[in-house]
């Protein structure tokens, strides 16, 4: 039931109410969720959402087109920073908030890449 709203505010609203009604899995998800990336909990769940329309060669096709794009912003790398580099453990994710995570945004995270798109050909591959 937390997990079932389309939204990353309306998942936190639901394990937020289950919480206040003393689930502690509940408590302990929120908290765990608020820790990460917003724009990377938006694509997370974006990908679950798309994931089971997808044949395996579009699927990895898709990955593909993510993870080259989260190479080359800003949250990788402060994640990186705040855990491996500064030992902190207080990344500043932009954006900070969930409810700050432009949908376009992360569309374009699933668009082909204009050069370096995977590729299967028949001859290469049995995808």
Excluded at 19 to 24: I, Q, R, T, V
């Amino acid at each position: 039931r937390c997990f079932s709203a389309a939204t990353l505010p309306s998942i936190l609203a639901n394990l937020d109410d289950a919480g206040h009604a003393g689930l502690d899995f509940a408590r302990s998800a929120a908290h765990a969720i608020r820790s990460k990336s917003p724009s990377s909990l938006a694509i997370a769940l974006r990908q679950m959402q798309i994931g089971c329309k997808l044949g395996i060669s579009e699927a990895l096709r898709t990955e593909f087109r993510i993870v080259s794009r989260i190479a080359r912003g800003h949250d990788f790398y402060e994640g990186v920073r705040a855990v491996l580099i500064d030992k902190d453990n207080r990344p500043l994710w932009k954006p900070a908030r969930v409810e700050s995570v432009e949908p376009a945004g992360i569309e374009a995270y699933f668009a082909p890449l204009l050069e370096g798109e995977l590729d299967f050909r028949a001859q290469d591959c049995c995808l």
